[in-house]
């Protein structure tokens, strides 16, 4: 079975600056959601690079989110392009692509190799054969600013899959090429050599690493993810390329993680793991220049939209949670000791002594110390005790009984057999802090701590409501340019949609975009359009 990918984004034209919208869709090879992958991947670049990239948490409905444009990139056209870790092994032939275009509202020198200033709007032929079966109509044709937009879309196909709605404001400011859709169909339904080297991330995100310098004895490599939850992992190790794979599942948005290196006996190595791209990064041979009007108030609009947008983005769109679920570790501790609830100790040596249960430290042959826990069923002392910091393992304990104990505010004990990959332990004791980062710890040469965007949960747009006259009379500016965003519309297939949102500060032609995908492999696709004025809404109540 092969996968496909398809990314619908809010619009085709963005400034340096704005966020681009996007709807991450997986489909079979019979048309039908895939769901094999857990991730998806979306790169944009020019010839020369990746500029910008982002991973995507999959369920059985695609993925959505957002990619914050720089502010510094230079005005062109860019390729989107979108495939999962799976797609990989039939090559970037297969991947989605589309292009679009980026205006920097503040570059000053015209790059003749990246777009050119026309004066005289062409026309895009491509808006009169978007006329589709689906009836798209808003209640009116005209809307002051801040008013309420009343849409509705029928004739949906019954055996529609997959539906997206958005509304941007139609500025014309630059001309941007249509996606091959035709081509996009036949990618799907062809067969093409497969490599077998990705295997597909059906549970989670997997991140690769590797050995640096390459050792010539066996190690062993973890990475654990800094907090106050045990997410630890043992990397599994490619004989034939000497690559680590960790298998994450349920993690998700910017963590920060630690990798180690270690002996099987867990002593020190001079070695370390470096964490290898996840993304192909494939480039184009070229993009074509791109041809922009000059429409100076489109653009200062647009411009002060982004200043806009930065400062109420937390208003305007609504992430979901992008951090950990709190239900990842399964398991509870036997004892959980917070420290403040006791009289506090200079060392944490002592405070284990006085007042933890079952725990112990011991001196080993070597001079250094050891924390070990009291197995009550067995009647001995264990000799695999896995000791944490903030959730990373720390393998010289003597780096954990040196720390100041102020700073920790509990500790778990943890004392059942414990599997992590192919390493298994007794118990685990698990120091958190009071920030859960780590603080004032020096972590070992062999450990590197790295920032980590894991794949982003689903991300949608708020629909800002100006019903009330205090929101409706604010002095605050709305200079929304994508009024309406949704990836994930609700419908039943047959049934008639009806949705709702408002205008901004913004005037002018707005339009509103459906698309989507039938189970038989039928694209689907409408547009409309309706206006934006101030005087207009003053006329709506004379009438």
């Known amino acids: 079975m092969n996968e496909r990918v398809y990314i619908h ?14 709807k991450f869709y997986v489909i079979d090879s019979r048309f039908q959601p895939s769901d094999l992958s857990k991730v998806g991947y979306v790169e944009i670049c020019n010839t020369e690079k990746p500029l910008m990239q982002l991973k995507l948490a999959l369920d059985e409905r695609g993925g959505s989110g957002k990619i914050k444009i ?36 503040k570059q000053q020198m015209p790059d003749p190799k990246r777009f050119e200033i026309v004066e005289k709007q062409e026309t895009n032929d491509s808006e009169e054969k978007e006329s589709t079966n689906l009836g798209i109509k808003t209640n009116r044709d005209e809307y002051g600013n801040r008013q309420k937009v009343l849409l509705s879309i029928d004739n949906i196909p019954a055996n529609t ?21 035709r081509e996009w169909l036949k990618q799907v339904s062809d067969t093409l050599p497969f490599s077998g080297q990705w295997i597909p991330e059906y549970e989670g995100h997997i991140i690769t690493g590797r050995f640096v310098p390459d050792p010539r004895e066996e190690l062993l490599a973890g990475l654990a993810f800094v907090g106050d939850d045990i997410r630890y992992l043992n990397g599994r190790i490619n004989p034939q390329n000497g690559t680590i794979h960790f298998y994450t599942a349920g993690i998700f948005g910017h963590q920060q993680m630690v990798t180690s290196a270690t002996s099987p006996s867990y002593d020190k190595v001079p070695c370390r793991v470096d964490l290898l791209t996840p993304f192909d990064e494939s480039l184009p041979a070229d993009l074509p220049v791109l041809p922009v009007y000059p429409n100076e108030q489109a653009l200062i609009d647009r411009y002060v939209g982004v200043q806009m947008q930065e400062k109420q983005d937390s208003e305007l769109l609504n992430k979901g949670n992008d951090g950990l679920p709190s239900a990842y570790c399964t398991f509870q501790p036997a004892f959980s000791y917070v420290l403040d609830e006791y009289t506090r100790f200079p060392t944490i040596s002592e405070t284990i002594l006085e007042f933890v249960r079952w725990v112990y430290v011991t001196k080993m042959n070597d001079d250094k110390r050891r924390i070990s826990v009291f197995l009550n069923e067995s009647q001995r002392v264990s000799s695999r005790t896995l000791v944490l910091l903030d959730g990373v393992p720390v393998y010289d304990h003597e780096d954990i009984l040196n720390y100041n104990p102020m700073l920790i505010k509990r500790i778990d004990i943890y004392d059942e057999r414990y599997l992590f990959g192919s390493k298994d332990f007794e118990c685990i004791v698990s120091f958190i802090t009071k920030d859960g980062a780590l603080p004032h710890f020096q972590l070992s040469g062999e450990s590197q701590l790295f920032n980590y965007e894991c794949p982003a949960l689903p991300s949608w747009m708020a629909v800002s409501d100006d019903s009330t006259d205090t929101v409706r009379n604010s002095e605050t500016p709305d200079f929304r340019h994508t009024l309406y965003w949704n990836p994930l519309v609700e419908f039943t297939g047959g049934q008639p949609v009806h949705l709702s949102f408002y205008t901004s500060d913004l005037c002018g032609e707005f339009k509103v975009t459906v698309e989507g995908i039938t189970s038989d492999g039928k694209m689907i696709r409408g547009v409309t359009y309706f206006f934006v004025c101030k005087n207009c809404l003053n006329q709506i109540r004379l009438m």
Do not use: H, W
């Not at 230079?74 to 205006?103: D, H």
């Open 9 to 22: 984004t809010d619009k085709e034209c963005y400034i340096a600056g704005e966020n681009i919208l996007l």
């Open 70 to 105: 720089p502010r510094d990139i230079p005005t062109g056209m860019y390729q989107l392009s979108g495939y999962t870790r799976y797609m990989r092994n039939e090559g970037e032939s297969v991947f989605f692509q589309k292009q679009i275009a980026i205006i920097n509202a």
């Open 161 to 181: 899959i997959d539906l997206i709605v958005s509304v941007s404001r139609n500025d014309s400011i630059a001309l941007v090429p249509e996606i091959n859709t």
